[in-house]
């Protein structure tokens, strides 16, 4: 089940985000790590470093490309500009599957740069998995999209957070980046079960796993990857691989970035949950 | 709602400037109260109301686009001191937030608008344009293209008259009116010592810098931002030099360029051969020509 069709029936292993402040250590020592995840848009570029260090990796690790900016729930049409630069990488790192989120950022052109929530309406959902579909046809690469976290629920909401995932996802026919950390995070902000969520996902669709540490502010939560992980996070981690079984998983550090070797035995804590997850598989 | 109305309410709220204590203001820029404006869409929870929610995601806009103009313009910010930086980047990104799916492009009209905005630098206008196109050349030369080399063989067979040379995509050539290629350097090495250091040395360094903005005169440069072995760079070149290299980006040949570059130029007519050898020689030697485009994609 977790080999499936939108991360091209690979099975990746455990991988951590790739990041400017770890390019020395991983060039000089190329330490043993599954596949490295790439922010698509640092390498959207004409030439420079940025490429030259990916082209390095690329000679040693399996890379997945990972977007913040394409919002496919924004009402916009889709950028062509940014489309052709991102399939010219696409092309470059032989990416088995591409993720970015379920949410929106632009709007009249204009962008946010964040990772604003949707509304949960059909049509919503309607726009947001036509564009899902228009870009998978454009990049020739199985896509799945991420739940982000959010801060705020609308009122015109027709459908809870995963009921509204589960009919952009089977609208498009795409692949699910599954961020348990996400899920927590907007399960304390907006007072549901993550459980609920979790056990609600389509496990045949999921092709890769988020997890990340946060900060808790005294009214709310905020994703901020940069701490470990919590333990709430991996038990919804644990159910999350017990429905979907060994899924590629990667460990998401973004900010206060500690030395690679920190980071990477983060990410490896992962493996006690996938090896029961084998271990279930091969019962 | 429409999902685009609804769009267009949040980013409009999302991208209104915070009050000074950086928090959401009260009012919005129609001057409906931001409450009854959140509360429209915005469901409150037990524990934050419609316009706490909204305001997360109005100061994470506010925080996210200001880190970015002080990071990619650093040597601004030591012309204009904090408060100033910070007060114009807010102006500016009212007038022109991004249209870009990538933050590296937010600077990419701040020359010309604080070109239309002088009261930001005030005296300072010309020191701060001159230093706003030296950090844009230089965010532009980062991450330009790099073509193959130009080789002998590939103008064995031209004339004065016939040879054009193309230059590295990533070569932008300035002519400043102040040397800000020395301020900006003092004020990345800095930053890079500061990043180390405690409160009390960053504060010394900060009033060093204040200084030795104060002190710089206009003195007029020509200089080539360009890239090597990954890393920018920034050469200072003759007026001639650059005026010859401008010449070749125009499309005009070896003769012609040579001509328009000596055009007013006071270097005495019998040592510009050996110097247009010589400049001919670092450039080769810097990578600075690149193939004809067919020529580069056949080979």
């Given amino acids: 089940m977790p080999a499936n069709q939108f991360n091209s029936f690979t099975d990746y292993g455990i991988g951590i985000g790739l990041r400017a402040t770890h390019y020395h250590h991983i060039l000089t020592r190329k330490p043993v790590v599954d596949w490295f995840e790439i922010i698509s848009e640092n390498f959207m570029i004409d030439g420079g470093r940025p490429l030259h260090v990916l082209d390095q990796i690329l000679e040693q690790y399996k890379v997945v490309q990972h977007g913040v900016s394409m919002y496919f729930g924004s009402a916009d049409k889709l950028n062509r500009d940014h489309l052709r630069r991102l399939k010219a990488l696409v092309k470059r790192t032989r990416t088995s599957w591409l993720t970015d989120h379920l949410c929106w950022g632009s709007v009249d052109g204009r962008y946010t740069h964040d990772l604003l929530p949707m509304p949960y309406t059909f049509e919503a959902a309607r726009i947001t998995a036509q564009k899902v579909r228009e870009v998978r046809d454009f990049l020739e690469v199985p896509i799945a999209v991420e739940n982000v976290s959010s801060y705020a629920e609308f009122h015109v909401s027709e459908m809870t957070e995963w009921e509204f995932l589960n009919e952009v996802v089977e609208r498009a026919d795409c692949g699910i980046l599954l961020d348990v950390n996400n899920i927590y995070v907007s399960s304390q902000n907006h007072n549901f079960d993550p459980f609920a969520y979790v056990n609600s996902v389509p496990a045949e669709r999921v092709a890769q796993i988020h997890i990340a540490g946060h900060s808790k502010y005294r009214k709310y939560i905020l994703d901020t990857h940069d701490h470990p992980v919590i333990d709430p996070v991996w038990k919804l981690y644990a159910r999350a691989i017990e429905r979907a079984g060994h899924t590629a998983t990667l460990l998401e550090w973004d900010d206060s970035i500690p030395s690679f070797q920190e980071v990477h035995d983060e990410a490896l804590k992962a493996k006690r949950f996938l090896a029961s997850a084998s271990l279930a598989t091969a019962v | 709602m429409s999902l685009q109305s609804l769009q267009r309410r949040m980013a409009r709220a999302v991208m209104t400037p915070l009050t000074p204590s950086e928090r959401m203001r009260r009012v919005s820029p129609d001057g409906r109260p931001m409450r009854a404006v959140a509360a429209q869409f915005i469901k409150p929870n037990d524990r934050l109301t419609s316009f706490e929610r909204l305001e997360i995601y109005n100061r994470q806009y506010w925080f996210r686009v200001l880190s970015s103009l002080i990071e990619d313009f650093p040597g601004l910010r030591a012309i204009l001191g904090d408060t100033r930086f910070e007060s114009m980047s807010k102006a500016y990104l009212v007038d022109c937030p991004s249209r870009s799916f990538t933050l590296r492009d937010l600077g990419s009209r701040l020359e010309s608008w604080l070109a239309k905005h002088p009261r ?146 006071a270097i005495p007519a019998d040592k510009r051969s050996d110097l247009i050898r010589e400049w001919f020689k670092n450039w080769a030697a810097l990578g600075w020509f690149c193939r004809a485009e067919k020529a580069a994609k056949e080979s």
């Fill in chain 2, 120 to 265: 930001w630098a005030g005296s300072k206008q010309a020191l701060a344009l001159d230093m706003v196109r030296l950090e844009w050349a230089d965010i532009e030369s980062f991450d330009g293209t790099a073509e193959p080399p130009l080789r002998p063989e590939d103008v064995a067979a031209a004339t004065g008259a016939s040879l054009r040379l193309r230059l590295q995509p990533h070569i932008r050539l300035l002519e400043l009116r102040y040397p800000v290629d020395d301020l900006l350097l003092a004020v990345k090495r800095e930053d890079e010592d500061t990043d180390f250091a405690s409160n009390a040395f960053a504060e010394r360094h900060k009033r060093k810098r204040i200084q030795a903005v104060a002190r710089l005169k206009p003195k007029p440069i020509y200089l080539a931002v360009h890239r090597m072995d990954f890393s920018v760079y920034f050469r200072r070149l003759e007026r001639e030099e650059l005026l010859l290299l401008r010449a070749f980006t125009g499309g005009k040949s070896l003769d012609s360029a040579i001509a328009l570059a000596f055009r007013k130029s």
